[in-house]
Every structure is written in structure tokens, then in C-alpha cells.
């Protein structure tokens, strides 16, 4: 009888420490949730598939700026800026404005560069950026996008950057 | 009574320690979340017009009872080959967009000049107000030698 009566109550102890146990691993757990939780960040990754990866320069008289996307994909294009000036002599005449042209772009955007005034040597001329803070995506897939400049006129630059990356 | 609470006490310690541990487990196994998941942009700039004419309009009429979202407008004004004779400035006007924004533009003067050249970007685009309306933007009548050329582009959506 009192075997028993012992054993009953080294079970209830037992059951009692069992369940104290659990609940310090129950609230442990969910303490260390609510401190993940707390810790999220804005961004859980650095990687942006969106963000341009591939810059292309020219300053070349008629030169050519081309992307090609691999595959199926496209070319978002982000931003392109431009730079024209007058070097030590300076432009002998003015003249009408030249363009900038691109390609396999729905609308065919083109931009507009003025000559240069006469005699004003070392100057800039027109400097501006065009960015496209969601992308400007390309009309074709898999079909290259190339941005065209002028003939440049003696004496005077014109600078193209333009940045971009490929996608679906 | 002792005997009656010890069971259903250890049953909700229990049943707490296990939801709390899955949880964390749960969590633990959550893929780390990308930006972007695919290389596709729904709101990427799509449509583009451009415009060098006297009182030229760019037009996009979008289908359906879409609405057009407008992602940037850039203006190259310049002079020609000779000089324009100094005159009031001119706007070049937006329809379809709530508050109607409108740009100055000078005359110029010096033949071969730069006048103005800017860009405008809209992040997250600038929605037109109403649906299946067309938005222009409408060019002024440029001065002799002026030449204005004006690009946007944006996306039709809902």
C-alpha cells in the first residue's frame, strides 16, 4: 500500500516536471519567433534581378552602343545620358541639331543634339539623363538594341552611356 | 483534483511546446524572399513616342478600358543653324493627367545652342485619370530655327 502510494506520487512529480519542461521549451520557442520576426529586414537578400548590369559607352563619330540578350530575353534599358561640348578650337559653324537614335524600341525615341555655337571654344553644349526607373523594355526578344550616334562635328565631343539588363 | 488538472496541464504544455518548436521550424524553412522573382516587368515602359514638329502631339490611346502610366518625358530644345530671335516662352502641355502638368520652354537665341535640356521620371508612374482616354502631350509652335523634340514613354495597365 505504501509502495504504491510512493510510486503514485513519484509519477506526479515526474508529470509535474514534464510539464514544467514543456512549457520552458513552448515559451522559449516562441520568444526566439517573436525576436526573428522583430529582425526582419527590409530586404531579405542583395540580390536585385532588376537592377542594370551592363553599361556600354561610346564617343565615337557614328558610333554604336548594342546590347544583345541572350535566349528569349529582352533588353530593359535603365538610363542613358549624353554629353556634348566643343574641344580647344571649337566648332567652325553652327549647324542644325544631330540625333541620337535606338533601336527595337516600340515609338523609337530619338534625342536631339545641338551643333554648338560658333567660336566658343571649350564649352558645354547640352548634357542631360534620361532614366527609366522601371525599365524601358525592348519590342523584340532575343533582337539586339542599339543605340546610333551622329556624325560628330569637328572640334567638338559627344559622349553616350547608357545602362541596361536582360530579362523576360 | 490533483490527480484531474496534472493530465490536462501536461497536455496544453505539451501542445504549446510542440506549436512553438513547428513554428520556429516553419520559419527556419522559409525561403529567403527575392525582390523579384522573375526577370519579367509588368510596369516596365513599353511604349515610347517622339515628336520634333511644330505643335506636334504625342498620342497613347490605351486599349480596352485601360489606363496609361506615363515613366518619363525628356526635352531637347535647341536652336539651328542660325539664331532665333528672342520671344516669350512656350509650354508644352500634357492631357488626361490629373493637375495637367506643363513645361516652360525658353525661345533660345544663339545659333547652334542648347537651350534646355531636362528629363522627367515618374518611379512608380504617373497614372492617367481616366480609363480607354487617350493622353497627348502637346508641342508649341516652335520660333524660326527652334527645334523641340520631346520622347516619353510609358506602359498601358489597369
Redesign the interface.
Known amino acids: 500500500m505504501r509502495a504504491g502510494t510512493t510510486d503514485t506520487k513519484m509519477k506526479?512529480k515526474l508529470?509535474?516536471i514534464?510539464?514544467?519542461?514543456?512549457?520552458i521549451?513552448?515559451?522559449?520557442?516562441?520568444r526566439?519567433?517573436g525576436q526573428?520576426?522583430s529582425a526582419s529586414a527590409v530586404?531579405?537578400?542583395a540580390?536585385?534581378?532588376?537592377a542594370a548590369s551592363i553599361c556600354l559607352t561610346s564617343a565615337a563619330s557614328a558610333g554604336t552602343i548594342t546590347w544583345t540578350p541572350p535566349g528569349g530575353?529582352f533588353v530593359?534599358v535603365t538610363e542613358i545620358d549624353?554629353q556634348?561640348g566643343e574641344n580647344t578650337t571649337g566648332?567652325g559653324?553652327?549647324?542644325?541639331?544631330t540625333?541620337v537614335s535606338i533601336s527595337n524600341?516600340?515609338?523609337?525615341?530619338?534625342?536631339?543634339?545641338?551643333?554648338?555655337?560658333?567660336t566658343t571654344p571649350g564649352i558645354n553644349?547640352?548634357?542631360?539623363?534620361?532614366?527609366?526607373?522601371?525599365?524601358?523594355?525592348s519590342?523584340a526578344p532575343g533582337t539586339a538594341v542599339t543605340i546610333t550616334l551622329p556624325t560628330i562635328p569637328a572640334n567638338t565631343f559627344t559622349r553616350v552611356n547608357a545602362c541596361a539588363?536582360?530579362?523576360? | 483534483m490533483?490527480?484531474s488538472i496534472?493530465?490536462i496541464?501536461?497536455s496544453i504544455?505539451?501542445v504549446?511546446?510542440?506549436?512553438?518548436?513547428a513554428?520556429?521550424q516553419g520559419?527556419q524553412a522559409q525561403p529567403?524572399?527575392?525582390?523579384?522573382?522573375?526577370?519579367?516587368?509588368a510596369?516596365?515602359?513599353?511604349?515610347?513616342?517622339?515628336s520634333?514638329t511644330t505643335a506636334g502631339v504625342l498620342t497613347f490611346t490605351p486599349p480596352g478600358s485601360q489606363y496609361f502610366y506615363l515613366?518619363?518625358l525628356?526635352v531637347?530644345n535647341?536652336?539651328?543653324?542660325?539664331a532665333v530671335t528672342a520671344a516669350a516662352a512656350t509650354t508644352l502641355v500634357s492631357a488626361n493627367i490629373s493637375g495637367t502638368p506643363t513645361w516652360t520652354l525658353a525661345s533660345g537665341t544663339?545659333?547652334?545652342?542648347?537651350t534646355q535640356?531636362?528629363?522627367v521620371?515618374?518611379?512608380?508612374?504617373l497614372k492617367s485619370i481616366s480609363p480607354s482616354s487617350a493622353v497627348t502631350i502637346t508641342l508649341p509652335t516652335f520660333a524660326t530655327n527652334q527645334?523641340i523634340?520631346v520622347?516619353a514613354?510609358g506602359y498601358y495597365g489597369y
Not at chain 1, 514534464?18 to 512549457?23: I, Y
Not at chain 2, 504549446?16 to 518548436?21: E, I, K, S, W, Y
Not at chain 2, 544663339?110 to 542648347?114: D, K, V
Not at chain 2, 521620371?121 to 508612374?125: C, H
Open positions: 506526479n508529470l509535474v514534464l510539464t514544467v519542461v514543456l512549457f521549451v513552448g515559451i522559449s520557442a516562441f526566439v519567433r526573428q520576426q530586404q531579405q537578400v540580390t536585385r534581378t532588376d530575353q530593359y549624353f556634348r566648332i559653324s553652327a549647324a542644325a541639331p540625333t524600341i516600340q515609338g523609337s525615341p530619338i534625342w536631339d543634339m545641338a551643333s554648338g555655337p560658333v553644349v547640352e548634357t542631360f539623363t534620361v532614366s527609366y526607373p522601371m525599365g524601358l523594355k519590342a539588363y536582360y530579362g523576360y | 490533483k490527480k496534472l493530465p496541464l501536461l504544455a505539451l504549446f511546446a510542440v506549436v512553438g518548436v513554428g520556429l520559419q529567403a524572399q527575392t525582390v523579384q522573382q522573375t526577370g519579367t516587368r510596369d516596365a515602359a513599353t511604349i515610347c513616342a517622339s520634333a515613366a518619363e525628356d531637347q535647341v536652336v539651328g543653324a542660325s544663339t545659333a547652334g545652342s542648347s535640356a531636362f528629363s521620371a515618374y518611379p512608380t508612374g527645334v523634340r520622347n514613354c
